[in-house]
T-cell receptor, first 118, second 112 residues
Framework: DGGITQSPKYLFRKEGQNVTLSCEQN?????MYWYRQDPGQGLRLIYY???????QKGDIAEGYSVSREKKESFPLTVTSAQKNPTAFYLC?????????????????FGSGTRLTVV | AQKITQTQPGMFVQEKEAVTLDCTYD???????LFWYKQPSSGEMIFLIY??????QNATEGRYSLNFQKARKSANLVISASQLGDSAMYFC?????????FGTGTRLQVFP
């Protein structure tokens, strides 16, 4: 079955440590996205990529980095510069092409990674 | 700039009753898509319903319907015959040219 796999499900980070969250999709989607969700809040866009070897900052990119070396993979690194990294992180992918108003196929989401600083 | 607003942090509804979750949006793009997602406590995002900006009729998917009022820039979700399993967070989202943005969500609680 096609889908998005995020790992690990739970991750603990020590102060000053970089950690990398994995996101892999086998849907042949061109675009991939990382969102952050804080308790009781909506999803905020961190980074997104529409093509291999290219990505754009979202609304809250500071303290995060990404790479897109393969179409299927879009890992997110939470660096030590991110002062408040404890949150739920969701990866998503989508098709490209067509206008936003005509594409009913929004995003496919992974099951998320819950990151906690200890 | 695009923006999604959900003004109801929490809603209660009795089982078998209907409930409306509010969503307003702002965009200058003539072409956009509006989505509703359900997020249970497990954290997964479950797609519920979609409305395109050019669609003439309101979208329906089973017990879910979207009350789309383009002039008022609103896209309210109506859940009919609520079930206990409908208790979750509900997010309205809008897709523009290249990304999906979300509202802050509404927590729905269904009681017997």
């Amino acid at each position: 079955d096609g889908g998005i796999t995020q790992s690990p499900k739970y991750l603990f980070r020590k102060e000053g440590q970089n950690v990398t969250l994995s996101c892999e999709q086998n849907l042949n989607h061109d675009a991939m996205y990382w969102y952050r969700q804080d308790p009781g809040q909506g999803l905020r866009l961190i980074y997104y990529s529409q093509i291999v070897n290219d990505f754009q900052k979202g609304d809250i990119a500071e303290g995060y980095s990404v790479s897109r070396e393969k179409k299927e993979s879009f890992p997110l690194t939470v660096t030590s510069a991110q002062k408040n990294p404890t949150a739920f992180y969701l990866c998503a992918s989508s098709v490209l092409g067509g206008q936003g108003g005509t594409s009913r196929y929004g995003y496919t989401f992974g099951s998320g990674t819950r990151l906690t600083v200890v | 700039a695009q923006k999604i607003t959900q003004t109801q942090p929490g809603m209660f509804v009795q089982e078998k009753e209907a409930v409306t979750l509010d969503c307003t949006y702002d965009t200058s793009d003539p072409s956009y898509g509006l989505f509703w997602y359900k997020q249970p406590s497990s954290g997964e995002m479950i797609f519920l319903i979609y409305q395109g900006s050019y669609d003439q009729q309101n979208a329906t998917e089973g017990r879910y319907s979207l009350n789309f009022q383009k002039a008022r820039k609103s896209a309210n979700l109506v859940i009919s015959a609520s079930q206990l399993g409908d208790s979750a967070m509900y997010f309205c989202a809008m897709r523009g040219a290249d990304k999906l943005i979300f509202g802050t969500g509404t927590r729905l609680q269904v009681f017997p």
